[in-house]
């Protein structure tokens, strides 16, 4: 079977949903489909080194093809990716569409009922109640004329969590909704062992505000007693200059300079070394779809806490790898960290988060797929 995937970027620094596209062609390409990946090359070093150009290369057996786009728009508009589609989409046998509300997921959707091709839709949580209340006046609209129609073709809605499944459920594509949980390279980390000196903790994820870090900063202010320091707080992540200058004020304001410190976006080695030098890894936004970085944190033997509006929340809660606190809550916040400076609950939690990560493999993805691509290519609306 050959599978193309269509997302509107793959740079690292997109987050999330750029580095899961990568996983997903890895699964199946494993187990024998011939997948491709086309994007825009924004925010990739293709872009850097010209912006203007098509790109293609070959990566863990997946062909990807970049091209380019209108610099500074989220939409991600390229007459140059829409053209290759129509041109090409017939070719496939399955399309993976990821990322409503951008111009190559519209673009896709609709090479594909044309060339009369299944499609897989990804919806990235962007559906879910919470997202689409922001910015709703110009969200709603595009759903009812252009989303809708898009769900109401594809052969199946992919979907990584009960959360998100949920509120797709909610729109009336519960039925076609398939839970397909994301995966993460599984690394062999050595049994982690309680640290002594000050709580270190980790965000890892990007600078944005539905990220809730201020909430984590006050909360911090507060978890503080004394004045031995008992947290050490790192920031792993980048977003737009004029943001991450607004957290660092809100750090000074709160007199956390010796307590939080912003490393910039980490990726390879550096990564790794952040997981290395940490003991909990703290998630506090308003709302995250799935948590990548929170089950790659786990799998190092990182006991979490998160918000209630991870999508995760409850798995985690129900495992005992770590706590959640209701979103938007700075004392209940605080107090989740202070329960985290108990040894044996500290060292519990990580042996849980080990645990539960190890259930996120490439193999079990793999499986997943495998039986959503089939289904989907069989059962075309």
Not at 73 to 101: C, E
Not at 139 to 158: G, I
Not at 219 to 245: N, V
């Amino acid at each position: 079977m050959r599978v193309l995937h269509v997302i509107p970027s793959i740079s690292v620094q997109h987050g999330g949903p750029s580095q899961a596209v990568r996983t997903l062609a890895k699964a199946a390409a494993v187990r024998g489909f011939r997948v491709d990946v086309v994007a825009t090359s924004s925010g990739t070093p293709q872009e850097e080194k010209d912006s203007r150009r098509v790109w293609e290369y070959e990566e863990d057996g997946t062909t990807f093809r970049l091209f380019p786009n209108v610099p500074g728009t989220s939409w991600h508009f390229s007459l140059a990716l829409s053209g290759w589609l129509f041109a090409n989409a017939g070719r496939y046998d399955l399309l993976h569409v990821h990322a409503p509300f951008s111009y190559p997921a519209l673009c896709a959707c609709a090479s594909a009922r044309r060339a009369g091709v299944p499609y897989v839709y990804r919806t990235l949580g962007t559906l879910d109640p919470w997202c689409m209340h922001h910015g709703y006046w110009k969200k709603l609209p595009y759903y009812m004329a252009l989303e809708r129609r898009n769900l109401a073709h594809a052969s199946a809605v992919h979907v990584t969590s009960l959360a998100e499944w949920r509120a797709l459920a909610d729109l009336g594509f519960g039925q076609k909704s398939v839970v397909i949980p994301h995966a993460i390279e599984q690394p062999i980390w050595g049994e982690r062992h309680w640290h002594e000196g000050p709580l270190r903790l980790l965000f890892l994820g990007r600078l944005d505000p539905i990220k809730g870090l201020p909430l984590l900063f006050r909360a911090l202010s507060l978890a503080q007693t004394g004045t031995i320091p008992e947290f050490a707080l790192q920031i792993a992540g980048d977003g737009k200059a004029a943001y991450r200058a607004e957290l660092e004020a809100h750090v000074a304001a709160l007199g956390l300079g010796d307590t939080v410190r912003f490393l910039g976006f980490v990726s390879g080695e550096s990564k790794v070394r952040a997981l290395r030098e940490t003991d909990v890894v703290v998630s506090p936004g308003y709302h995250e779809n799935f948590g990548i970085a929170v089950v790659e944190a786990m799998a190092a033997g990182l006991p979490a806490i998160v918000s209630d509006g991870v999508a995760l929340a409850n798995e985690i809660e129900a495992a005992d790898g770590g706590l959640v606190f209701p979103s938007g809550n700075v004392r209940r916040l605080a107090s989740a960290l202070r329960e985290l400076l108990d040894r044996e609950h500290w060292q519990r939690a990580s042996d849980n988060a080990r645990a539960f990560a190890s259930g996120f493999s490439l193999e079990a993805l793999g499986k997943d797929l495998v039986r959503a691509y089939r289904a989907a290519a069989n059962e075309m609306p």
